[in-house]
């Protein structure tokens, strides 16, 4: 099971603590309110650090160097997006998400390369589907016969560089676009996976589970 910390314990961030502590995973809270870890169930079993969320001695504290994924979302823009690039740049976390509350600016961060979901669309669900391996594929469009679904794919670091048509030969499924720095594009024969990248493709339903586990992992050697 994978660690995972978030910053703010408000309703939203008790809840995405519960569900990760459902499913097993190690959890920290970060919020620099002590009152507010009283939204957290008295069976949690994750870590309560109260601090300043974009602070490196109080990100250690709930254990960021070991983390898989990051959700910073708290109340305030500014602080969710500056504590995102401490865990994504200064600490190397592969997954982060941030919450802001101004749609305007959730698009600039986004085009920066920051994961964002603006509060006017926003949702737990949302911000689990970019952190938590087991729900990364989660279908926007089905077909009508139900085989065919369109979801984000969830990838390990290490397809970054990687030809899009390797991804597509390894999991087999069809990516029929890319969301790069907040636009959508249509990937060329020589398109690469690059940080930041959603990459959204066509998949049968019956294997999303298998697709999950092959690019949860690093490419093979075959294919590389």
Not at 16 to 21: F, G, K, N, R, S
Not at 25 to 33: K, L, M, N, T, Y
Not at 39 to 62: C, E, H, I, N, S
Not at 94 to 106: F, S, W
Request: proline share 5%.
């Amino acid at each position: 099971m994978a660690h995972y910390v978030i910053m703010g314990c408000g309703r939203v961030g008790a809840m995405l603590a519960h569900t990760l502590d459902n499913a097993g995973h190690s959890v920290a809270v970060i919020d620099q309110e002590p009152r507010a870890f009283r939204r957290l169930r008295p069976t949690f079993g994750g870590a309560q650090v109260t601090g300043v969320g974009f602070d490196r001695t109080t990100l250690m504290q709930a254990g960021i160097e070991e983390a898989f994924a990051f959700a910073a979302v708290s109340s305030g823009d500014n602080s969710n997006i500056l504590a995102t690039r401490v865990a994504r740049e200064t600490f190397h976390v592969p997954h982060v998400v941030a919450r802001i509350y101004d749609p305007g600016r959730a698009e600039i961060y986004q085009r920066l390369g920051i994961p964002t979901v603006a509060a006017v669309r926003w949702s737990a669900d949302q911000v689990l589907r970019r952190i938590l391996p087991e729900q990364s594929i989660n279908g926007d469009f089905r077909e009508s016969s139900g085989r065919l679904i369109l979801g984000e794919l969830s990838l390990d670091p290490s397809w970054l560089g990687h030809p899009l048509h390797t991804v597509e030969a390894a999991a087999g499924v069809r990516i029929a676009y890319v969301t790069r720095f907040g636009e959508g594009m249509l990937p060329r024969p020589d398109t690469s996976y690059q940080q930041g990248d959603v990459l959204h493709a066509m998949m049968n339903v019956d294997r999303t589970a298998e697709i999950s586990r092959i690019l949860s992992h690093s490419p093979a050697k075959e294919i590389q």
